[in-house]
T-cell receptor, first 118, second 110 residues
Framework: GAVVSQHPSRVICKSGTSVKIECRSL??????MFWYRQFPKQSLMLMAT?????????EQGVEKDKFLINHASLTLSTLTVTSAHPEDSSFYIC??????????????FGPGTRLLVL | KNEVEQSPQNLTAQEGEFITINCSYS?????LHWLQQHPGGGIVSLFM???GKKKHGRLIATINIQEKHSSLHITASHPRDSAVYIC????????????FGEGTQLTVNP
């Protein structure tokens, strides 16, 4: 089955530093990738929709200058948390939409990246 | 009121029991997704359905479009089934964005 990978799986950083998270579709092309964050005991919250070759679409309340998204190829999207602060500590999950399948709704999730900002 | 509501929020069962998790939604949808999230955090897609019923191993998912309701059943539950089960829908007007339920925490005791 289709696989989405994320790197790193876990990162601890100091407050004020920037952290980059990669999301890759390993065996399919993904023109659209989604970035979510999840706080403990809560459901996923969509942060932004990343489209290959164009600017990401951010959800209301998500700072685009804080969470930089780059979708440079059909298999890679990156999320950079700039000047991270402790309140950015969360679980970040990406998903990728397989547009080659018979059903456009097919979406695959990455394993997530746990970010801890000290 | 959330557009997608799941019940129960928490469920504890003994190994071997039949499990049912319910999902109700209030918007028109093009498809519904059942997801499984293990304690490590990774999410696995279990089913995607827009009508009828699907079965995979011990898992069965059903959907009733008229009643805006879906159920996920687990037969002969096992401790390894312990996870959070999440219902998510593609709304007819939301494009490719998923709307998620709050999740159901399932614990299966040996």
């Amino acid at each position: 089955g289709a696989v989405v990978s994320q790197h790193p799986s876990r990162v601890i950083c100091k407050s004020g530093t920037s952290v980059k998270i990669e999301c890759r579709s390993l065996d399919f092309q993904a023109t659209t990738m989604f970035w979510y964050r999840q706080f403990p005991k809560q459901s996923l919250m969509l942060m932004a929709t990343s489209n290959e070759g164009s600017k990401a679409t951010y959800e209301q309340g998500v700072e685009k200058d804080k969470f930089l998204i780059n979708h440079a190829s059909l298999t890679l999207s990156t999320l950079t948390v700039t000047s991270a602060h402790p309140e950015d500590s969360s679980f970040y999950i990406c998903s990728a939409r397989d547009v080659s399948g018979a059903r456009w709704e097919t979406q695959y999730f990455g394993p997530g990246t746990r970010l801890l900002v000290l | 009121k959330n557009e997608v509501e799941q019940s129960p929020q928490n469920l504890t069962a003994q190994e071997g029991e039949f499990i049912t998790i319910n999902c109700s939604y209030s918007v028109g949808i093009s498809a519904l997704h059942w997801l499984q999230q293990h304690p490590g955090g990774g999410i696995v897609s279990l089913f995607m359905l827009s009508s009828g019923k699907k079965k995979h191993g011990r898992l069965i998912a059903t959907i009733n479009i008229q009643e805006k309701h879906s159920s996920l059943h687990i037969t002969a539950s096992h401790p390894r089934d312990s996870a959070v089960y999440i219902c998510a829908v593609w709304g007819e007007t939301s494009g490719s964005r998923l709307t998620f339920g709050e999740g159901t925490q399932l614990t299966v005791n040996p």
